[in-house]
């Protein structure tokens, strides 16, 4: 199967900071997606980006499929943002990565 | 107005029980799925239907039959409860071959003592 591999596995931030969060893929793909897991467990969609750049308020995601990799941008991040960010890359089926797990500070 | 649902939200049982998890979806999808969550927060998949068929069936114990009555309905049924079995599941749906967003349920917290 395909290996996704998330870095970095745990991050910790001041509120306000900005991040980066990495997803490489070990082939191509059909789509990858990006989810956020809150601290209760709810998992939440947050991009459907099989390829370029896509923006929904503080969150951004860019995804090179030729060179097989994602990028997740926080920007001035918030306590709300902790979790675990995973990436899901799409090739029959799903398959997740091992996740970043957030936690940013007040 | 919840978009995928499944209940309960937590089930704590005994070891050797028998137990059911229920998940609907109102997103119009044709495709549904279960994932079981570990404690390391690893996601796992186990099953999946498209348009009620069964298309994927990981290497999960003969103790877990799934059951899609129609398109909007995926459940899952445990027989003969484990302490391992214990783990966060989730229901999802999405459109088929993963061509949409993939949209998870609340997750049911499963406790076997």
């Known amino acids: 199967g395909i290996q996704v591999e998330q870095s970095p596995p745990d991050l910790i931030l001041q509120e306000g900071a900005n991040s980066t969060l990495r997803c490489n893929f070990s082939d191509s793909v059909n789509n990858l997606q990006w989810f956020h897991q809150n601290p209760w467990g709810q998992l939440i969609n947050l991009f459907y980006?099989?390829?370029g750049t896509k923006q929904n308020g503080r969150l951004s995601a860019t995804t090179v499929a030729t060179e097989r990799y994602s990028l997740l941008y926080i920007s001035s991040s918030q306590t709300t943002d902790s979790g675990v960010y995973f990436c899901?890359?799409?090739?029959?089926?799903?398959?997740f990565g091992s996740g970043t797990k957030l936690n940013v500070k007040p | 107005d919840t978009a995928v649902s499944q209940t309960p939200k937590y089930l704590v049982t005994q070891m050797g029980n028998d137990k059911s998890i229920k998940c609907e979806q109102n997103?119009?999808?044709?495709?549904m799925y279960w994932y079981k969550q570990d404690s390391k927060k690893f996601l796992k998949i186990m099953f999946s239907y498209n348009n009620k068929e069964l298309i994927i069936n990981e290497t999960v114990p003969n103790r877990f039959s799934p059951k899609s009555p129609d398109k909007a309905h995926l459940n899952l049924h445990i027989n003969s409860l484990e302490l391992g079995d214990s783990a966060v599941y989730f229901c999802?749906?999405?459109?088929?071959?993963?061509?949409?967003?993939?949209?998870f349920g609340n997750g049911t917290r499963l406790t076997v003592t």
């Open positions: 999802a749906s999405g459109r088929t071959g993963g061509s949409s967003p993939l949209h």
């Open positions: 997103l119009g999808h044709d495709t």
């Open positions: 899901a890359v799409v090739l029959n089926k799903f398959y």
């Open positions: 980006i099989p390829s």
